[in-house]
């Protein structure tokens, strides 16, 4: 059950009326039942991964319930135990099969014996380990001084954000869930930004995800050089749209059941260098990065050298966050690498649009080796750039049509928002409906019979 | 207590309108459909030329050799691959690796033209989800293949739209029913001067309930290429079992390094199982076409 059907809808009205029941009448019933619903909803995709889930959640209690003790002589070696833990979990679910299909190419003798085992990879593994080892982390350091069980598995299986984040903290999350008091939401902000959401997903992502797109990152040797750039610019908006959509969904829910999350998004791709588009693009991951990797290697409290060296390690751990792909690793390495050199400043900040224009194009041709299947694919990519024939399929009036609406999306999404929601507030609530219902008729109405999956659910 | 009711109330207003809109849409959408009108036709027998009694005296070596030259002039005879145009349509297979496998070796034959379409989730069983007749027509009025390939099944578990009826999956019907989609769908290519249409037959997969499925949807493909000449079926079936028939999910080559053949979802493909599918696809293409 995807969130941009109707039987979800349907069934998050169900979970709108328990979570209500849960605030005017037991905290504990509020955050069994959003258990109940979230595990529900893992369920469905498959009966397996909630037994991950639970291995997971029960791993995480058990180490950050020892480390908030502390007075515990050994909890430096809990806190390795509790990381390596969820480590081990999350290599041996995504990571595996790719680490021993790709060195018994160098090493087919050595690994002869071992045996691949058919898993199926969780949904969202990689934000649901994140949490987790950010809740470890965070009883470690003290920023958590007590955790309950039936906390942590609701803030490791919270629903909205179980498939692709954002990569809320505990304290923030739990802290809210709590609170019984629901009448200070602004409800029809949310459920219009849950609209919003759906609108970006199933129309202007299913516009974008065209055959010629698809094909131009899997067959790049047929295409010509102005297909090709226009690609990685299509890609641009669309990976934008898709993951930003899923926010608003997610962020759009979480508000209506009275919980607000951080963002992940603000204007990305008006970011005048790498660092600066870090700090605006996937945000909860860039900060779990800086806050979990970057600063415990030293951050920039140590030396030139390491400093630089530290931010192409924990760029490129971002890189393979993402997925068992060498090109996820190059991405990753290559973005750290322009973040060292920006730092260097090879290209200066005095020209704000140059900025803007130089950042935005290194990060879509970066895109590349996001979107492509392998690094030999990659390569034919950056090869067809000067491939200069005369065939354009993807030019054409529509796709620039969609990059003039993604433009504006990108930029004015806030205002648009804003305006609405005022709007839709002005009537009583039974006009706000009725609005919101026919804003989703339409969207479904709109949209084609098939839609492309978050990108983001893969990791 | 009144803004809880009042947000709730909210919602479940949008969710009556949408219901409301959704229903009404619902009694009104099935759309008609005519089958291909013509009845099934077992294609004639193919022309079997008479053979010149073969001398007694004759050696082994040069019955050997005059086989040879009869298949080297028959490939002689063959058209090349190099000078026709591809057509390669399906779900999410052919949007996929098993799509991109085929038409990378297809371009390295340097074949005149290939042009691919994919639409996940869909296929033949619900042309009132997506009508592949209509898009075929579409196509088909830009582009003239000389021969299509075509990967459908994986959606298709499930109740035909047919005649404006449901034909579910248990009815003694639905393999004829499924065939006859089939032979609607492909007669639009040889109504267009397509030589050949190739069907790629679906595989195992991990899900013991959904192979049976696909075992089912192969037999109809499988009945149809019987009946008619120009239809071919490839079989991938075997490609992805391991010796005792069961699922395979990785695979090593003789050189001893592992591959992964099958995507997460114990569904699609790899890349690697892609071009196992893809050997398939040339192997067949060898048998009437010359490389």
């Keep these: ?459 | 207590m009144e803004t809880l009711l009042k947000n709730i109330g909210i919602y479940l207003i949008t969710l009556l309108v949408l219901s409301l809109f959704k229903s009404y849409k619902l009694s009104f959408e099935l759309e008609t459909e005519t089958f291909y009108s013509q009845s099934n036709q077992i294609s004639s027998p193919k022309y079997i030329p008479e053979l010149s009694p073969t001398p007694i005296s004759i050696s082994l070596d040069s019955i050997i050799n005059k086989t040879k030259e009869v298949n080297d002039a028959k490939i002689a005879l063959m058209p090349k691959i190099s000078e026709l145009k591809f057509l390669l349509v399906g779900d999410s297979m052919i949007q996929g690796a098993v799509g991109v496998q085929i038409e990378k070796r297809l371009l390295d034959y340097q074949v005149v033209d290939v042009y691919r379409f994919g639409k996940p989730s869909t296929g033949m069983s619900r042309s009132d989800f997506f009508n592949w007749n209509r898009k075929t027509d579409e196509i088909l009025k830009d582009y003239s293949p000389d021969v299509v390939i075509v990967m459908f099944g994986a959606n298709d578990g499930q109740s035909i739209w047919a005649d404006k009826k449901w034909v579910k999956l248990d009815d003694p019907f639905w393999d004829a029913t499924y065939e006859r989609k089939v032979e609607e769908f492909s007669q639009k290519f040889f109504d267009n001067n397509v030589k050949n249409v190739y069907w790629v037959g679906n595989s195992i997969s991990r899900y013991e309930y959904y192979s049976e499925y696909m075992k089912k949807i192969n037999n109809a493909l499988i009945s149809y290429s019987q009946k008619k000449e120009n239809f071919i079926y490839i079989s991938t079936w075997e490609d992805f079992s391991d010796s005792s028939g069961n699922y395979m999910h990785f695979t090593t080559t003789p050189e001893g390094s592992k591959k992964v053949l099958r995507a997460e979802d114990g569904i699609h493909f790899t890349n690697d199982g892609g071009k196992i599918i893809a050997d398939e696809v040339v192997e067949k293409l060898k048998e009437k076409f010359r490389f």
Excluded at chain 1, 87 to 98: E, G, I, M, N, T
Excluded at chain 1, 298 to 318: H, S
Excluded at chain 1, 338 to 363: D, H, P, Q, W
Excluded at chain 1, 373 to 380: C, Q, T
């Design chain 1, 1 to 459: 059950m995807h969130f941009t059907t109707y039987e979800f809808i349907a069934f998050f009205a169900v979970i709108l009326i328990f979570n209500s029941l849960g605030a005017l009448l037991n905290t504990g019933f509020r955050k069994i039942s959003l258990i109940v619903f979230s595990y529900y909803f893992y369920y469905l995709f498959n009966f397996e991964f909630i037994l991950f889930l639970l291995a997971i959640s029960i791993i995480t209690f058990v180490f950050s319930t020892i480390l908030t003790n502390r007075l515990f002589t050994f909890r430096k070696i809990f806190l390795s135990l509790g990381i390596l833990s969820i480590l081990s979990v999350l290599v041996a679910l995504k990571y595996f099969d790719f680490i021993i299909t790709s060195l018994s190419t160098y090493f087919p003798q050595i690994l002869q014996s071992i045996t691949l085992v058919d898993i199926i990879t969780p949904i969202g593994i990689s934000y649901i380990s994140f949490k987790s080892i950010s809740l470890i982390i965070d009883t470690y350091r003290g920023t958590v001084s007590s955790v309950k069980l039936v906390d942590v598995f609701l803030y490791l299986s919270f629903f909205p954000q179980l498939l692709a984040g954002p990569i809320e903290r505990y304290n923030g999350l739990i802290s809210q869930i709590s609170l019984t008091n629901l009448s200070n939401i602004d409800f029809s902000k949310y459920a219009f930004r849950f609209c919003w959401g759906v609108f970006k997903k199933l129309i202007i992502v299913s516009a974008l995800f065209s055959n010629d797109l698809m094909s131009i990152f899997q067959i790049p040797e047929k295409y010509s050089a102005i297909d090709l750039l226009l690609g990685i610019y299509l890609f641009s908006a669309y990976i934008f749209i898709d993951f930003s959509g899923y926010t608003d969904i997610s962020n759009g829910l979480s508000g209506m059941l009275g919980i607000k999350c951080g963002e992940n998004f603000n204007k990305p791709y008006s970011a005048s260098s790498i660092s600066e588009f870090w700090k605006k693009w996937h945000i909860s991951l860039s900060n779990w990065i800086r806050d979990y990797v970057y600063i415990p290697l030293g951050g920039n409290r140590v030396g030139k050298f390491r400093n630089y060296l530290n931010l192409i390690i924990a760029m490129t751990l971002a890189g393979i966050w993402h997925g068992a792909n060498l090109n996820f690793l190059i991405w990753g390495f290559l973005h750290g690498l322009l973040i060292v050199l920006s730092r260097i400043s090879l290209f200066g900040n005095r020209f704000k649009f140059v900025g803007v224009f130089i950042t935005f194009n290194l990060i879509s041709l970066l895109w590349i080796f996001f979107n492509t299947e392998s690094l030999d694919v990659a390569f034919e990519y950056f090869k067809g750039l000067i491939n200069f024939n005369s065939d354009y399929i993807l030019l054409s009036y529509a796709n620039i049509a969609l990059l003039i609406i993604a433009i504006i999306i990108h930029n004015y999404e806030d205002q648009v928002i804003s305006i609405v929601s005022i709007f839709i507030n002005r009537f009583r609530f039974f006009y706000q409906g009725i609005f919101l219902g026919i804003i989703l008729w339409l969207v479904f109405e709109l949209a084609p019979e098939t839609t492309p999956f978050f990108i983001y659910y893969q990791f």
